[in-house]
């Protein structure tokens, strides 16, 4: 803890020793965010590179009255959030075109147990507005009003995306398992 | 709703702390963001893009600031090398000698008086035709070099004029700032209250 501390206050004073070793630190956990909110690896990488700019510019604004690590995944959130934003348009399209294919039969999850990274594969395949709203709500805990006015969309918009995003994740789930048990088999 | 729940605890749990590798590329990349953003935002103790502006701006004006002197002094020099000065004597009603213009480098005689002055370069030449007029010299060192000459002088050294000769001038050698010249002599005439004179007709 006083490590922490140390090295807070060594990135608020600029210090890069202390920097790096923040970036050494938590760098993998913000990229698994930044990842599960953008639509490729390239740009998962640059806005990791825009949070942790807003981390050492901001740094001295946290005073360890709360969990760093969920300051740090606060950041790495809105950032992610302020991209999906900024990429809207085009997200919308997407998301349009998308929409069709969800519309299909959801199929039942199995009783398996999936890795992560075969989770992530299934986010990876949902629309980025889904994937927002599936994020914010399954993995972030936000609430559908919050979700609403944090992409500033309707609370309606966000339960019937989250349904959707649902369903696809169910499709996509039972498609894995289909694969694992002809593997196994 | 069950389904649901665990659905989401699934993913929940397993995203959670997802932590992929990261490229080592991002690293530098970073780097080089927060070095533009610190940068660009004022900060008393680093260089920053205020005090680079500053300096530019300091170093801009003073180069401004330094070539227009420059360029007045070479104006200024240019000036005083083209410019020839034409000193007219010319000689009062009461028969006193008066010098019109300013120039400072010629002798000349007028009536009984001879005067050696020197400090400008001077063009005009003796005139061909007349065998007689103005030689104003061209040195400016030489002190004695003749400037008024009626072609009769009693030393070649020091050239004479008389009142009543007709001054004739080379036009060949005048340069095209002589009308100047003779303005700025009647400025000073006019600035020391001088009543204006007759003096004789110079031709061109």
Known sequence: MDQQKEMIEGCVKGVRKYQDQLYKRFASLLFGICLRYTKNRMEAQDVLQEVFVKIYNNIHTYHHDGSFEGWLRRIAVNTSITNYRKNLKHAYQEDVEQAVIGKDEPMAVEDLEYTAEEMMLCIDKLPTGYKTVFNLYVIEGFLHKEIADMLGIDVNTSKSQLSRAKMYLQKELATISRVKMVKES | ?204
């Open chain 2, 1 to 204: 709703m069950m389904q649901e729940d665990r659905l989401y605890n699934q993913f929940k749990s397993q995203l959670e702390n997802y932590s992929p590798e990261v490229p080592a590329a991002v690293y530098s990349g970073m780097r080089r963001k927060l070095w533009l953003s610190q940068f660009l935002k004022f900060n008393a103790t680093s260089l920053n893009v205020w005090y680079v502006g500053t300096a530019l701006m300091l170093g801009a004006g003073l180069w401004l600031t330094s070539s227009n002197v420059g360029a007045t002094a070479q104006l200024a020099k240019s000036h005083s090398s083209e410019i020839t000065y034409v000193p007219v004597v010319a000689q009062e009603s009461n028969g006193s000698c008066v010098q019109l213009s300013s120039c400072a480098n010629y002798s000349y005689s007028c009536g009984d008086v001879k005067a050696n002055r020197m400090g400008c370069g001077l063009t005009m030449m003796p005139s061909a035709d007349s065998g007689k007029g103005v030689d104003l010299g061209n040195s400016s060192n030489d002190v004695n070099s003749g400037m008024v000459s009626n072609g009769s002088s009693q030393n070649s050294d020091e050239p004479s004029f008389s009142p009543s000769d007709e001054v004739v001038v080379n036009t060949d050698q005048i340069t095209n700032e002589q009308p100047k010249v003779e303005a700025k002599s009647e400025v000073e005439n006019k600035q020391k209250g001088k009543p204006k004179r007759t003096y004789p007709v110079v031709k061109y």
